[in-house]
């Protein structure tokens, strides 16, 4: 492991049962037999699974993206991203979201050593109920986790949710903090449209797409061409079938542009990163 404070962090809670989180009193983090950092908010446990972001042309690993997911014997829990939508309160939506997030990063650079690309990046959603429910300064209170571990943000990007029209300014002014405390940040759009009209506002360094757009063949093309010269990553999701993975590889091909691409024929979420990567055949389909 090339991160010695994390290296140390993880000694100290393997000797213990129960280690207090940074996130506050309701939560915990502890290493299960595996050394696998787990987490507990209120009655529920959760950990990590990673899924796989990689380059269409090549299939090598670009990066991973961070899902909670209950904890299981066959690695498969369920999804938590939902209890952010049932939090009792701000306060705890906060506190759920800031211990997803310094789950993932110790459960991804414990291991990123050994990764498919030991230089892959971390992707981490912000449900969008956080984006009105921090008061000021966002990313600033898991940027000091980040440092204190030794951990690098210069891997990390945090995923921002679709904005509505009327959430244009909060966007704006998320997507500032971010940067401020040396985040990059990717945005979810809805459509070619949106996201142009967003990079000429925002400048994210990601845009996630979800493959329902292929239809918007001319708008694709379009932006593609713009976010090439103005350097931003494009990172297709829920890829699924033969048919859309060839969709993207042609659009790629006659925009000039290298996409990334994420979804179950890509690779499914796994607690461990060297573990994620498909089938040679699943991949060059």
Not at 116 to 129: F, G
Not at 201 to 222: C, E, N, Q, S, Y
Request: aromatic share 8%; charged share 20%.
């Amino acid at each position: 492991m090339s991160f010695p404070i994390l290296q140390k962090y993880l000694a100290r809670l393997s000797g213990a049962t129960c280690a207090a989180g940074a996130a506050g009193e309701t939560s915990s983090i502890w290493l299960d037999h595996e050394g696998r950092a787990q987490g507990r908010f209120f009655n529920c446990t959760m950990s990590s699974a990673f899924q796989p972001i990689r380059a269409l042309d090549s299939g090598a690993v670009s990066a991973y993206e961070g899902l909670a997911r209950s904890v299981s014997a066959q690695d498969k829990g369920l999804s938590l991203w939902k209890l952010l939508d049932h939090a009792a309160s701000d306060n705890e939506s906060i506190e759920l979201d800031r211990l997803c997030r310094m789950l993932h990063s110790i459960n991804f650079f414990r291991q990123a050593d050994s990764a498919p690309n030991a230089a892959a990046d971390l992707y981490l959603n912000v449900h969008d109920r956080l984006l009105s429910a921090v008061s000021s300064n966002h990313g600033h209170a898991f940027r000091r986790i980040l440092d204190a571990l030794e951990l690098p943000l210069a891997r990390v990007v945090l995923q921002l949710p679709v904005a509505t029209p009327q959430q244009g300014w909060l966007l704006n002014y998320v997507s500032d903090n971010y940067r401020r405390n040396g985040f990059r940040f990717a945005v979810n759009v809805d459509s070619a449209q949106d996201a142009i009209g967003i990079l000429d506002r925002l400048r994210p360094d990601v845009f996630k797409f979800d493959t329902r757009v292929l239809h918007d063949t001319d708008g694709l093309l379009a932006l593609l061409r713009r976010t090439q010269e103005a350097g931003v990553a494009v990172v297709f999701k829920r890829i699924e079938s033969d048919q859309a993975l060839q969709t993207l590889r042609e659009l790629g091909a006659a925009a000039g542009a290298s996409l990334l691409g994420q979804g179950y024929l890509l690779g499914e979420p796994s607690a461990t990163l060297a573990g994620a990567a498909p089938q040679p055949q699943a991949a060059a389909a």
